[in-house]
């Protein structure tokens, strides 16, 4: 029987496998493999610290996933069917293992932020460059 994400273990669990999951995609996972050349074991636990200040209200996460993905997005176009693959996988793995209300609420989350970013990359304001 699934259980409901309660701590930085169960926060681990989803985000090993939904990374598995993302790097294993035809859609998305050269976008992390071949263009971003995503290093995992720097990359997982900066997620793991992530996705536990998100969800837990813990102020471990340090970084700027917008400027990051800012980046990103000049080397390879981070379109709508990126993102949808994205909340997809990460949806599917979170409802893979667990149910419950934290389970809903980071499914949530994740939505919130991924619109929010696909809004922010790709919005007219965002294709100006200020020189």
Known sequence: ???DIHNREDIMLLVDTFYKNVALNK??????TDVAKVDWSYHLPKMYDFWESILFGKAIYKGNPMLTHF??????????????TWKNL????????FTG????????????IADLMHFKINSPQSKIKIV
């Open 71 to 84: 980046a990103l997005n000049e080397q390879t176009p981070l379109q709508t069917e990126a993102f949808e």
């Open 27 to 32: 859609q998305i996972g050269p976008i992390f």
């Open 101 to 112: 209300d934290n389970a809903d609420l980071i499914k949530q989350k994740a939505q919130s």
């Open 1 to 3: 029987m699934k259980k």
């Open 90 to 97: 990460f949806f599917q793995t979170v409802d893979d293992l």
